[in-house]
């Protein structure tokens, strides 16, 4: 028997019984098979990427696969549902295994770590690290007590499960471990190598005393070298001027430093010397504090997952804080998990306390918060508090960590130097910092020192960024900027809502506030290299999570477009709608990016909360509005123009509606009736979809007006939920994504090639226009002083393996000119043009969804004159460029600047 999958299929297990089998694969699904008839028993929907691994429960009961984005699920065979989401890894999930009791599953990932879940709850109760590279393949002993990892540091690990410790390190591959297994009886492993190589070893030889491990400095593990660790994450929320950041260095550094308002979210170590030990494991609190200014709320979802424990603070010194308080509620409810405890803390209280003490206390108690009274600039309370902190964290349930030694001192010592106000660094200058400040202690590889930056990175604490060798040990900077881009678009009296690629690249943002008192102030920024870098990081930022869109030269905001829709133009009637409660903003303005993206409905226009669309056959008109109203509700009208056929309006309607589901909660859906004898819509909306889930099919509701029966199951109702309208919005999701990645890797190509030669000095600037066409890139040379020459070299930019083809007769490498126009093109440009094409170490397949890929291989070769040659000056055809690009790096740039600016050494270095 054959099956043909459209996309890759990456896992395939056998099922304890022999009969049946499951595969996972790249289009994000796991499916049950009958091995005897061949045919697909059952499909298990719910991961948003693909599935790269797979494994039966032991009894056969149950499924467990792990996706590319590092969730894993478990399913319930027999109901097809999946029964838990156990989400804690940062990358790519490449092994999964079930203990022998099926109470306990292992997962291994791209993130470098191992962990240990327990089914009956979810819950991730260690995390192992010690592996400087991705882990390819996890393993469970037969009688439980031990596991194995295979990782790309070519090393294979043995775990005591129970206690977490690292009992054996085992080095002597010298290529990738892409698989681990255990004989029958436990005694005996096998490991098998990218290089070809197998290992069969015996575990009683292998396990060796840890002086031997120390003495290694390769292996890095075990015993005194080892230590374990718990992290709790407290969060700070409420409004701006709450006195959340005084209280946070008030708790971490037992002293005040007074604050401006905060840019996004940032997190710091609260060290607890003496305390922190329990049973050998450490304990540590990191404090997460939440700028509270209401443009900041979309950010902070990524951050609140996995608290455990919430301070929702309030000035104490204001009039009325309950909406506010309120209103952080219903945020907290959706982002943060009910079991987490929260406090309800004053702040500022030396200030005054004009609120009522009572109902603030009536408050906490009916929502089963604790209270405090506190003053971070003298101390008052916060002792208390600190004290009621420690004790109820739930340390027990918090997943434990075990961590080589040195992992934890590089750690720490990073977290210093963010401490100490270094925003950005290169991978280069923090390898060199690190090694000035811990060369008594340690000494480290790259790839160690890799595996610590991305470790930090997996909860925000700081950010790799996707271009260059950057670390942003600020990630809130990020936010800072993209508040500079909101300030910006707000002050356009013209509410376009949009801005010139331009601004962003050089910085022509706004960078003043108004404070309460009406005084101007300057906000913060960085020197201008580093401003450069972050702004670029930001622009990806925003493009990646579809906050925006690029149009031509310009970013479109769709949620701050001001323009009113022109009254005069008459609405179409809505036919459905949603009711929803989350953050306005950010579910609208992705919504419309992604629709934008999506193919099937091209963007018409943009107006003030409304989005008009059009279909791709006949471009009749249909479209989205959104009502906004108090605490977050909103209600998103979906509309269109006579003549649209039903499918399409269902369509739009469910994907609109698939989206609510991942970013809002309380959704309900509305739809539009018409009474088909009279044509009178029918008014109680909510009656009728009452109706509607009661009775199903025979659903009926009376006309106010003809008093005869208007059928609620109709044509339209049957299609909503029917299997093609859901296997057609799929489609559209994933061109959508799709599209997100090509624009993605052409974003990170523009970042990592100005990255390249920005760092020789040389002047760069996008220049943006339609997609696959035109320059896209401009370098002007600079002097010895650094001042632009005039000279000027234009870069056509290709992102993606599938750019080079390798040609079989001679090797040679081959570009195809797709677009005879370009030829043409190229040969006019006054200056020499560069094709410079980005390549990845893996197919584009393994990017998708990906943070952590970069281009590896970056090269360049000039065009221009290439083309002038082989056309013979444009008189011949010419369909393919043999791609003879050097490597685009320092010496490459300065080399090509001494060209062009008739130099013959080079005089700045
Ligand atoms: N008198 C007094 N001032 C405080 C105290 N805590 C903070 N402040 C000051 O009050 C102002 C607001 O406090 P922040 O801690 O910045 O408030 P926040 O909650 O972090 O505000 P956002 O970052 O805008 O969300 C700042 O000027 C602080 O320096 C306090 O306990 N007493
Ligand atoms: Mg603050």
């Known amino acids: ?248 260095g008030r708790l971490a550094r037992g002293r005040f430093t007074a604050s401006d308002s905060t840019s996004g979210t940032w997190c710091m170590q609260w060290l607890l010397s003496g305390l922190s030990y329990e049973q050998g494991i450490e304990r540590e609190i990191w404090l997460w504090d939440f700028g509270g200014q209401a443009d900041q709320r979309i950010i902070h979802q990524l951050y609140m997952e996995k608290a455990a424990l919430i301070l929702l603070m309030f000035d104490a010194d204001r009039e009325d804080v309950l909406p506010g308080l309120r209103d952080w509620q219903q945020a907290l409810r959706h982002n943060v998990s009910a079991e987490a405890r929260r406090f309800l803390v004053a702040g500022r209280t030396d200030v005054g306390f004009r609120f009522h ?190 906050l925006c869109l690029r149009q031509g030269d310009q970013l479109v905001f769709p949620s701050h477009f001001g323009r009113d829709r022109p009254e005069v133009r008459k609405l179409p009637a809505a036919f459905v709608s949603y009711r929803f409660q989350g953050f306005l903003d950010d579910i609208y303005a992705t919504l419309v990016v992604k629709l934008a993206h999506c193919g099937a409905f091209p963007l018409r226009d943009l107006w003030r909360d409304a989005a008009d669309f059009e279909t791709l056959a006949e471009h009749k008109r249909l479209g989205i509005k959104l009502a906004r109203e108090a605490d977050g509700r909103g209600e998103l009208k979906v509309y269109c123009e006579h003549g649209v056929l039903p499918n399409e309006q269902v369509i739009l309607a469910s994907y609109i509606h698939e989206h609510l589901q991942t970013k809002a909660a309380d959704i309900v859906r509305l739809r539009q009736y018409i009474c088909p004898h009279c044509g009178t819509p029918v008014s109680s909306r909510e009656v009728a979809m009452e109706r509607l889930a009661e009775q199903g099919e025979t659903a009926d509701i009376l006309c106010v007006r003809c008093e005869r029966r208007v059928p609620l199951w109709d044509e339209m109702e049957k299609r909503f939920g029917s299997r093609e309208v859901q296997r057609q919005v799929r489609a559209l999701r994933a061109a959508e994504a799709l599209h997100l990645d090509d624009r993605r890797k052409a974003g990170m190509l523009v970042a990592e090639v100005s990255a390249r030669i920005r760092s020789a000095d040389q002047k760069c600037f996008e220049i943006p226009g339609a997609e696959d066409e035109g320059i896209d890139m401009e370098v002007e040379f600079t002097d010895q002083d650094g001042n632009g020459t005039g000279k000027r070299m234009y870069l056509q930019l290709k992102a993606g393996n599938s750019h080079l083809r390798r040609r079989k007769e001679d090797g040679a490498e081959v570009f195809q000119i797709k677009n005879p126009r370009w030829v043409e093109y190229w040969l006019k440009q006054p200056v020499p043009v560069m094709l410079v094409i980005g390549t990845f170490p893996e197919d584009d397949e393994r990017l998708r969804g990906e943070a952590e890929i970069r281009f590896t291989d970056v090269r360049w070769m000039e065009i221009r004159d290439w083309l002038k040659r082989a056309t013979d000056n444009g008189r011949e055809k010419v369909t393919q460029i043999i791609f003879e690009g050097e490597r685009l790096d320092l010496s490459s740039v300065r080399r090509w600047r001494n060209r062009m600016l008739g130099v013959g050494t080079n005089p700045r270095s």
């Open 357 to 546: 003490r009572e109902r603030i206390k009536r408050f906490a108690e009916e929502n089963g918060h604790l209270y405090f009274e506190t003053s971070a600039r003298e101390g008052r309370g916060c002792h208390d508090l600190k004290q009621a902190i420690l004790e109820n964290i739930p340390w027990e349930y918090i997943e434990k960590r075990t961590s080589p030694r040195i992992f934890k001192t590089i750690r720490d010592e990073i977290v210093r130097m963010r401490d100490e106000g270094i925003a950005l660094v290169t991978f280069k200058e923090l390898r060199e910092v690190l090694r000035q400040r811990l060369s008594a202690e340690i000494s480290f590889t790259d790839a160690t020192l890799e595996t610590v930056v991305s470790l930090l990175d997996g909860p925000g604490v700081i950010k790799e960024l996707e271009f260059g060798t950057y670390i942003l040990l600020r990630p809130e900077w990020i936010n800072g900027y993209a508040q500079a881009v909101i300030r910006t678009l707000r002050a356009d009296p013209r509410e376009l809502g949009c801005m010139p690629l331009r601004s962003i690249a050089e910085g022509k943002l706004i960078f003043q506030t108004r404070q309460p008192d009406g005084e101007i102030k300057e906000v913060d920024r960085l020197p201008e290299a580093e401003e450069r870098v972050v702004l670029q990081a930001m622009e990806q930022t925003m493009l990646k999570r579809s």
């Open 1 to 248: 028997m054959e099956v043909h999958f459209a996309r890759q299929v990456n896992s395939v297990t056998w099922a304890p019984d022999g009969r049946h089998a499951i595969s996972g694969s790249a289009d994000s699904t796991v499916r049950l098979w009958d091995m005897v008839s061949g045919e697909c028993l059952k499909v298990f929907e719910g991961h948003d990427t693909g599935v790269r691994c797979v494994a039966w429960s032991r009894d056969g009961g149950h499924l467990l696969s792990g996706s590319r984005e590092g969730s894993l699920r478990i399913w319930d065979v027999a109901t097809g549902r999946c029964v838990r989401v156990l989400e804690g890894h940062s990358g790519s999930v490449n092994s999964v295994a079930w203990g022998p009791n099926n109470r306990h599953v292992l997962s291994g990932a791209a993130d470098s770590t191992v962990r240990l879940w327990e089914v009956d709850n979810g819950r991730c109760m260690r995390v192992l690290e010690g592996h400087a590279g991705a882990v390819n393949s996890v393993a469970y002993s037969p009688d439980g007590r031990h596991a194995l990892s295979g990782s790309s540091d070519n090393t294979v690990r043995m775990w005591d499960v129970d206690s977490g410790h690292c009992a054996m390190a085992f080095d002597t591959h010298t290529a990738d471990v892409v698989s681990v297994a255990w004989n029958a009886d436990g005694q005996a492993a096998l490991s098998g190598a990218g290089n070809g190589v197998l290992r069969v070893w015996r575990v009683r030889d292998l396990v060796l005393p840890s002086q031997a491990i120390a003495a290694t400095p390769a292996r890095e593990a075990g015993g005194a070298d080892e230590l374990q660790y718990t992290n709790a994450k407290v969060l700070l929320v409420g409004d701006s001027g709450a006195g959340k950041t005084g209280l946070t």
